[in-house]
């Protein structure tokens, strides 16, 4: 079965990076696009970034030139670079495969940025 797998997550201070991982399998990760979402406690969950099968990318505003999504087909692995962060980037971040109807995401990984 699908499964999606994030690592990478943890307590960083401001202007600090991380890179957060996510392992897929269970599917043939090249033909699919992949997501990076966010959410903080009370609120929706934010989409934050997206990779398309084809390597193009898309961003939301508030990560513009800070954050960096990529894949490695090869690998079946997909990151999300996080640099400059902000006390507002603080939130538990999940990868997403929307593979047809199925809509699949991993367990999450929790990110700190402290002031």
């Known amino acids: 079965q699908v499964q999606l797998v994030e690592s990478g997550g943890g307590l960083v201070e401001v202007g600090g990076s991380l890179r957060l991982s996510c392992a897929a399998s269970g599917y043939i990760f090249s033909l699919y696009n992949l997501n990076w979402y966010r959410q903080v406690p009370g609120k929706q969950r934010e989409l934050v970034a997206t990779i398309t099968n084809g390597g193009r990318t898309n961003y939301a505003d508030s990560v513009k030139g800070r954050f960096t999504i990529s894949r490695h087909n090869a690998k079946n692995m997909a990151y999300l670079q996080m640099n400059s962060l902000k006390p507002e980037d603080t939130a538990v971040y999940y990868c997403?495969?929307?593979?047809?109807?199925?809509?699949?995401w991993g367990q999450g990984t929790q990110v700190t940025v402290s002031s």
């Open positions: 997403n495969a929307p593979k047809g109807i199925q809509n699949y």
